[in-house]
């Protein structure tokens, strides 16, 4: 089970940190899951934003390179999204993904979901 948090509304330049917590299957072996961060506009399809494959390789979609850091902590089976310089365009529904194929990249080919933290930022 992935669980989102840590969305919410901000002003445009500012930042948010979103957690996802792992339990369950989810959290076994959590050094072989390989993360990701996927953000869904409404009308529009899911995007992927950030990945993180076991071998420490991070993947950022174009739109947020310089902005978006994706993290993990391992101890905790917690993986995080940190958002900065935040644009209204990075408003939407931003869900974790998890995969036990190490070399996942930002394609929403995902095994494992969570269920989303909504994010909005206002100009």
């Known amino acids: 089970q992935l669980v989102e948090s840590g969305g919410g509304s901000v002003q445009a330049g500012g930042s948010l940190k979103l957690a996802c917590k792992a339990s369950?299957?989810?959290?076994?072996?959590?050094?072989?899951?390989?993360l990701a961060w996927f953000r869904q506009a409404p009308g529009q399809g899911r995007e992927g934003v950030a990945a993180l494959q076991v071998y420490g390789r991070k993947y950022y979609a174009d739109s947020v390179q310089g902005r978006f850091t994706i993290s993990k902590d391992e101890k905790t089976t917690t993986a995080y999204l940190e958002m900065s310089s935040l644009k209204p365009e990075d408003t939407g529904m931003y869900y974790c993904?998890?995969?036990?194929?190490?070399?996942?990249?930002?394609?929403?080919?995902?095994?494992?979901w969570g269920l989303g933290t909504q994010v909005t930022v206002s100009s």
């Open positions: 993904a998890a995969d036990t194929n190490p070399w996942c990249d930002l394609r929403p080919d995902f095994p494992s």
């Open positions: 369950g299957s989810s959290a076994l072996y959590y050094s072989k899951w390989c």
